[in-house]
């Protein structure tokens, strides 16, 4: 018989075609067990938020076990660790060409051996400072928030590291995706699924519980048409520039998708 293989390749160039889009409102992503305990981490991730929103894209804990990643209005950055806080103005990084609401790549390390917290956005260091931080507790993470101020934004590509990445170990994967193999990767979510409500992570399994909008672009180009009675939508064709008559072979082909039966 026939056989087919279907694959995807590793560590091909990273796009936007894909990701989760969360409304400001009420959206947000689970991420069941994560633990930070003990270590040094990173959390980095692609985002696209929307111009003048503020509120929280990352989360987990609370008091002096909270992690947390806040945008302010006017896209500056606050790195929240338990009673610390790294604030950070993001404003070298916006510019006429990559303005705020562009996609940006983000990451977000604390280095535990030195009691140092940092921000990078694409290939900058934007802030680094002291903070004396150590997560306890295994936990749900959350993308956006489940209570609070959620940000408006599109997100994909989310990782987090057990170690502090340096910038050039950041910038040297950021435009490609993994494996899920990687060393010290806790979790790996590229969130390229387009349907459902979970986001599979590829390094241990950690699944994603969504309730976020897959946004898939570019958007396609179909019509949606009604079926009520006389106002039933319909196209039609420019005889002048489509000429079909008695001479002429034709085919007509297209994709179409039904709706439920009424």
């Not at 990078?120 to 993308?143: C, H, K, V, W």
């Not at 408006?152 to 490609?176: D, F, G, P, Y």
């Not at 950690?206 to 009675?229: C, K, Q």
């Amino acid at each position: 018989g026939n056989i087919s293989v279907r694959g995807v390749l590793n560590q091909i160039e990273v796009t936007h075609n894909v990701s989760l889009q969360l409304d400001g409102v009420d959206d947000y992503a689970e991420i069941p067990g994560v633990s930070l305990n003990d270590k040094s981490f990173t959390i980095e991730f692609w985002m696209k938020r929307e111009l003048g929103t503020e509120g929280t894209i990352f989360t987990k804990g609370a008091g002096s076990d909270k992690v947390e990643v806040y945008f302010s209005a006017d896209g500056n950055v606050e790195f929240r660790l338990g009673n610390g806080a790294l604030a950070v103005d993001a404003s070298p990084v916006y510019n006429a060409t990559y303005p705020e609401d562009a996609w940006r790549h983000w990451y977000f390390n604390y280095d535990q051996d030195m009691a140092v917290a940092s921000v990078y956005a694409d290939d900058q260091e934007l802030n680094t400072g002291s903070i004396d931080f150590n997560s306890q507790p295994t936990e749900t993470a959350y993308l956006g928030a489940n209570s609070g101020t959620i940000l408006a934004a599109q997100v994909h590509e989310v990782r987090i590291w057990e170690k502090a990445l340096t910038l050039a170990e950041s910038v040297l994967n950021m435009n490609q995706t993994l494996t899920g193999s990687e060393f010290s990767l806790y979790g790996y979510w590229p969130m390229d699924e387009a349907v459902g409500n979970a986001a599979l992570d590829l390094a241990s399994s950690r699944h994603m519980t969504t309730s976020g909008t897959w946004l898939v672009e570019p958007g396609g180009y179909a019509f949606d048409f009604n079926d009520i009675g006389s106002e039933a939508q319909h196209l039609a064709l420019d005889g002048t520039k489509v000429v079909i008559d008695g001479k002429t072979d034709m085919t007509v082909e297209f994709w179409f998708k039904a709706g439920v039966a009424c």
